[in-house]
């Protein structure tokens, strides 16, 4: 009797092993049209990580996975019988995917918690932004420019790759990052703005920051540049930087670092509205009170005009367009201030963080001789800063 040998078991093993390569092979052009979409990045919702290069050693190769929606096999995750195999290499029912996130929707198989709905939307939301991407028109390279110093006992750090995502999601991504940021990063620095050594202190750390990092791009493009500004400090230091870019300098001024520094989308957020009376006639030296964020405590010793919101709040500014429209009222205040003749300025600001930088960049030198910020420390307020 003739012995039966392994063969048979090996025939079996590389039959199965064979319908496992049939069943998981995707065509070329699939898996190129899925790269185009994704722009070779992982599309799990907060991903997005690169899959074209070694993450550690940064070589060029496909680090990817071709991750399926409803699996190829109806026993897997999200698997449905008939279903599974009519759509294993349909572009559709594939998401380009990082190995880590791959295993994040495939694993525990049938009981995975994530559903057929939920990646069907972050492939599609992935997509859509990529697409956009692709076909905007117009597009504007800047360099983020960000600054952080404490605010009282706060201390701030601002994430770069969030103000990259904002700069895109906020330009409708006709602005793109440029490869280098610029960060005047104080959160650590070891004075507070109620010491009285931190207004000459930082004032002169911003300076030195500004002609060593700021002014020499500026120089370089030859008037050419545009810079997206996102800061975090006491409302002397963001008008200081507003002061040192100015009005030539192309740039868009970020607010609402508490949502991700992205402008409220909604059709219903409400439009702020501003009011003013100056006279005809004022001194030559006045005090000018800005209240946007809230109401400011007017200071006694000299005459006083306000620029006020209606309703003011911390969030009055949500928008693109809100940032336009107070550039137009302030502008429109300062040309009746200057007017009836005041030439020293004394800003008591209550404003928001892109409010206040634009105040810097409009306060014009040739406009008045002298412009005084001060702060507001409980229950008096301080000198802070001469903008010119």
């Not at 969030?315 to 107070?326: C, D, P, S, T, Y």
């Amino acid at each position: 009797m003739k012995k039966t040998t392994g063969p048979a078991k090996g025939t079996a093993t590389a039959t199965k092993d064979s319908r496992t390569q049939d069943r998981a092979r995707i065509p070329v052009d699939v898996r190129r049209d899925l790269w185009v979409a994704a722009a070779g990045r992982c599309e799990f919702r907060g991903c997005c990580k690169p899959v074209g290069r070694d993450f550690l050693t940064k070589e060029t190769c496909f680090t990817g996975e071709h991750a399926h929606i409803v699996a190829d096999s109806p026993g897997g995750a999200r698997g449905v019988k008939g279903e599974s195999e009519r759509l294993a290499k349909e572009i559709n029912n594939l998401m380009l995917a990082c190995f880590e996130c791959h295993a994040r929707i495939d694993r525990n198989g049938k009981n995975n918690k994530f559903t057929t709905p939920q990646l069907l939307a972050m492939k599609r939301e992935h997509e859509a932004r990529i697409q956009r991407i692709y076909s905007a028109t117009g597009v504007v390279e800047s360099v983020p420019l960000l600054m952080t110093f404490p605010v009282g006992p706060h201390v701030t750090n601002i994430d770069v790759e969030q103000i990259h995502f904002a700069m895109l999601e906020n330009s409708d991504y006709k602005l793109f990052p440029q490869g280098t940021h610029i960060h005047i990063n104080r959160s650590d620095f070891d004075f507070q703005d109620n010491d009285a050594d931190f207004w000459p202190r930082a004032e002169k750390a911003l300076s030195d920051h500004y002609a060593r990092r700021i002014q020499p791009i500026l120089v370089e493009r030859n008037g050419d540049s545009h810079l997206s500004i996102a800061g975090f400090a006491p409302m002397p230091m963001l008008m200081k930087l507003g002061a040192l870019v100015g009005d030539k300098t192309r740039a868009n001024v970020m607010d609402l670092p508490n949502d991700g520094w992205l402008w409220d989308k909604r059709d219903t957020c409400p439009e702020p509205a501003y009011t003013y009376n100056v006279p005809e006639k004022l001194p030559r030296e006045v005090s000018v009170v800005v209240s946007i964020s809230g109401k400011v405590t007017h200071p006694a010793g000299r005459e006083v005009v306000e620029f006020k919101a209606l309703k003011p709040d911390r969030g009055i500014i949500r928008k693109e367009a809100h940032v336009q429209l107070f550039r137009r009222s302030f502008d429109a205040f300062l040309q009746r201030v200057t007017g009836a003749g005041a030439r020293v300025v004394h800003i008591y600001p209550a404003t928001p963080l892109s409010a206040s930088v634009e105040i810097g960049r409009m306060l014009l030198p040739k406009t008045f001789e002298e412009i005084h910020v001060w702060e507001w420390q409980a229950p008096n307020w301080r000198p802070a800063l001469r903008l010119k």
